[in-house]
């Protein structure tokens, strides 16, 4: 099956914003006039909702008021941000399309100090351990997705699932990350087995899961064999482009996954992508209130990055300085929060870990996968598995974080978040 091109999808773009539509002309050859009226009609209204708004009044207005400058106004923005880790929504949106940069410099640096205050200079790392590219979903920015025919597809066993648990924990790590596509072949019996074998093996070890939607039934077993924490990025709040990046699923059912989530008492990892097609700042501050009200526990942010197997290859990646910016908001809105420095981030810019780590982030997650399959789990156009990406390479990773000026820590790390929060969806 190949999905509609992005040319023909018309249902989507009839519900694309006014702001997008020049962009959108250009990006998919809108010809008619009145076609563009009617995506401006019908969508500005509800594009422009932002269902949840912080409790806090707005400073911008205040500030406009009295006649105070850009500069004055990002100041103050950010300086109450530090202090209370909440903005409302127009001014964050302010501040986004109208940070200069001496204001951003001096966002990151109280960024850097909120992390500072909960977790010191401690980066924690994490044995990334790829053990299936098998998958039955539709995303179609990733290089794994089902429909993808040139993916080399693995599984690896539970030897090697085993050897590469043996060799992280010989060289110190206590946390396992085992991430794959939604690959029906690991049921719940076979991801229970597995599981508990490295419970066994490494009792004090945290085990983290990233292999999708599950039901509440398949979440509450494998929180009972003692998975400790779950990532599942939610990719974005916009639920048409939602619907259009995944066309056979519903951003409802991903949210309810992350509920039923936090419900269980997991860890929970969400996040988005920055740098899709059409996104705006709207969408972007959608995201960050959509997390501040879940409050993961973890949250996962990186770059979209193209793949040339796949319908968006045409589209451009995102840019590292938006990803920096949206991760520093992120520390600042969700103090406690375990933040990744990620590998996408390494792969749009060779300092694109070290400038992670200076805005506030304090996980990296080296892979521990067999070498011989690192290339096979290629979601995106050259992610890196290899030098300071690979678990192995432990010397190499402490020096490399050590030189920025952080503490490579490989105790389990847990957040300091847990169990200080309840839910407010309904
Ligand atoms: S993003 Fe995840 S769920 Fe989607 S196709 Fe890729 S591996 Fe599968």
New binding site residues.
């Given amino acids: 099956m190949k999905f509609k091109s992005c040319e023909s999808s018309g249902d989507f773009m009839t519900n694309l914003s006014k702001d997008v539509t020049t962009k959108i002309c250009e990006d998919v050859s809108i010809k008619s006039k009145s076609d563009i009226v009617k995506i401006k009609n019908k969508f500005i209204d509800e594009y422009r909702r932002i269902d949840e708004d912080s409790q806090f009044p707005s400073i911008l207005s205040e500030y406009v008021k009295n006649g105070r400058s850009s500069k004055e106004i990002c100041k103050a923005m950010i300086d109450f941000l530090y202090v209370n880790n909440d903005l409302c929504n127009n001014d964050l949106i302010w501040l986004i399309d109208n940070i200069d940069e001496e204001s951003r410099e001096y966002l990151f640096s109280k960024s850097g100090k909120t992390r500072d205050r909960y977790y010191g200079r401690n980066v924690y790392l994490r044995g990334l351990i790829e053990f299936t590219?098998y998958?039955?979903?539709?995303?179609r920015?990733?290089?794994?997705?089902?429909f993808n025919k040139k993916a080399n597809r693995y599984r690896l066993t539970m030897k090697e699932i085993e050897e590469s648990c043996d060799i992280g924990r010989e060289l110190g790590y206590s946390t396992f990350v085992l991430q794959?596509?939604?690959d029906p072949y690991f049921n719940d019996d076979r991801m229970i087995e597995i599981v508990s074998m490295i419970k066994e093996k490494c009792p004090n070890s945290a085990v983290t899961l990233s292999i999708?939607e599950r039901s509440y039934e398949s979440y509450m077993k494998l929180k009972e064999v003692g998975v400790d924490r779950f990532l599942l990025r939610h990719e974005t709040t916009n639920e048409n482009l939602y619907k259009w990046l995944?066309p056979l699923s519903e951003f409802e059912s991903r949210k309810q996954c992350l509920l039923n989530l936090k419900k269980l008492g997991f860890q929970t990892g969400a996040g988005f992508m920055v740098g899709l097609p059409w996104y705006s700042t709207v969408d972007y501050v959608r995201d960050l209130r959509f997390i501040k009200k879940l409050q993961p526990e973890m949250v996962g942010i990186g770059p979209f990055i193209t793949h040339e197997d796949t319908d968006m290859h045409h589209y451009k990646s995102g840019d590292l300085d938006t990803t920096i910016l949206m991760l520093s908001l992120v520390r600042l809105l969700l103090p406690k929060v375990l933040l990744p420095a990620t590998t996408a981030l390494a792969t749009i810019d060779e300092n694109g870990r070290k400038k992670g780590l200076d805005v506030g982030c304090n996980v990296i997650m080296p892979n521990l996968s067999p070498k011989t399959h690192r290339k096979d789990y290629s979601?995106y156009k050259n992610k890196k598995s290899s030098g300071s990406e690979s678990a192995q390479a432990l010397d190499m990773i402490k020096r490399e974080i050590e030189g920025y000026g952080y503490i490579c820590n490989m105790s389990r790390g847990d957040s300091k978040l847990t169990g200080s929060y309840t839910i407010k969806y309904k």
């Avoid at 998958?135 to 995303?139: D, N, T, V």
């Avoid at 920015?141 to 089902?146: E, L, P």
């Fill in positions: 590219n998958c039955k979903r539709e995303c920015y990733c290089g794994i997705n089902a794959g596509g939604e999708g995944h979601l």
